[in-house]
């Protein structure tokens, strides 16, 4: 091959190999961070952008009320913020005070002289302040100062992606465990979850926190834990239970609490799973506590107990009609369940009635746990 030749391959293949580049450049670009700089100075901000750019995606902003414009669109964007301390309308402080509620791991720098000891004060306090950066600076150190910072955000995300990990593998653990439990049981099929689904809509009436509710949800999932050391010979068994089968079935309350309290994180749910057969005249067991006694997620979780174990089939009888379970509840209003949460559930019946129809679907709508923690 002549030499012109092979020129003219290499640059061909230099041509093909171009948009590889452009892609490798455009990924490049894709992970830079981005860094909003507040300043009113204009020389200020504009050697500020000189030293960065190179580096990252470079937003600015005049003075506090527009970084906190640009923080309205491109918040989720950007990981570290500069902020000049004395500017018109609004200090630096006051400003990433602003941010720091909504955005908590954007970290965040002050620009400040050494004679403003109060703003360094407040940055402590107020804006949870990663560094200051005294003035003037050497572009060098900010460089290295802001290297520092970009790290320390990157390692926030990974622990917070570890974090939502953790509790995403917690929450398939639950419900891998309350899946076996209700297969334990050949003759109520799907209890645990339908009694999870029944008090979930009962919280939602009663307008508890959405943390509450989520603990209340993983109760529900975990309340019959305490029938693993019970024989599957009387769990399953038909007819009717001796005094001695009867005792053994009752202890599976208590032994919700042993399984449960062991676990990190789980003892609320620990105690309210133990409470579950708790009436409110004290006539329950374990314990035999009563009214206010019981915890309100273990009165909660009465009520959706029995409405499920009266509708749901059993092997030897069909469940009952939805509106006999109904007036059947509302008879006990007072004796077996709390009489507030009682006149909750004659409000929210007919959608009890409804997810009888598809407790699966229902079960997704209203899961707390599912919305955070589940993956597409
Ligand atoms: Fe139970």
């Known amino acids: 091959m002549v030499l012109a030749e092979q020129f003219q391959t290499d640059d061909n293949n230099l041509e093909k190999l171009k948009p590889v580049f452009e892609a490798a450049e455009k990924d490049k670009e894709k992970e830079k961070h981005t860094i909003l700089i507040v300043d009113d100075e204009i020389n200020n901000l504009q050697l500020l952008k000189r030293t960065l750019r190179k580096n990252f995606h470079i937003l600015t902003a005049g003075d506090g009320k527009e970084a906190l414009e640009v923080i309205e669109r491109e918040g989720h964007n950007i990981s570290l913020i500069i902020s000049d301390q004395r500017m018109?309308?609004?200090?630096?402080?006051e400003f990433l005070a602003n941010v720091t509620e909504k955005y908590p791991n954007i970290i965040k720098m002050l620009l400040t002289g050494y004679s403003d000891i109060?703003?360094?004060?407040?940055g402590v306090n107020k804006c949870k302040l990663f560094q200051y950066i005294p003035k003037p600076f050497e572009p060098d150190e900010l460089e290295m100062i802001i290297q520092h910072g970009i790290e320390a955000y990157e390692l926030t995300l990974s622990k917070n992606t570890l974090l939502q990990d953790l509790k995403e593998l917690f929450f398939t653990t639950i419900k891998s465990i309350s899946s076996a439990l209700?297969?334990?049981?050949?003759y109520t099929h799907g209890h645990s979850h339908r009694v999870t689904l029944f008090s979930l809509i009962l919280s939602k009436e009663l307008n508890l926190e959405e943390s509450f509710i989520e603990e209340i949800e993983t109760a529900g999932l975990l309340h019959d834990i305490g029938k693993i050391g019970v024989s599957e010979s009387i769990l399953c068994k038909a007819g009717k239970l001796s005094d001695e089968e009867y005792e053994s079935i009752k202890e599976h309350a208590p032994k919700a609490k042993k399984i449960l309290s062991s676990i990190p994180g789980?003892?609320?749910?620990?105690?309210?799973?133990?409470?579950?057969?708790e009436r409110w005249d004290g006539r329950g067991y374990p314990n035999?506590?009563?009214?206010?006694?019981i915890p309100l997620p273990s009165r909660i979780l009465a009520i959706a107990d029995t409405y499920d174990a009266m509708t749901s089939n059993r092997s030897y009888r069909k469940g009952l009609p939805h509106e006999v379970a109904l007036e059947e509840i509302k008879n006990c209003a007072d004796t077996q369940f709390d009489p507030e949460i009682v006149k909750a559930f004659v409000k929210v019946e007919s959608i009890f009635k409804e997810s009888l129809e598809n407790p699966v679907a229902y079960y997704d709508k209203y899961s707390v746990l599912n919305k955070k923690y589940k993956k597409n």
């Open 88 to 93: 018109p309308r609004m200090t630096g402080t």
């Open 118 to 122: 109060e703003a360094m004060i407040d």
């Open 182 to 186: 209700d297969a334990k049981d050949t």
């Open 266 to 277: 789980l003892s609320n749910v620990a105690l309210w799973a133990s409470c579950h057969h």
């Open 288 to 293: 035999g506590i009563m009214s206010k006694e």
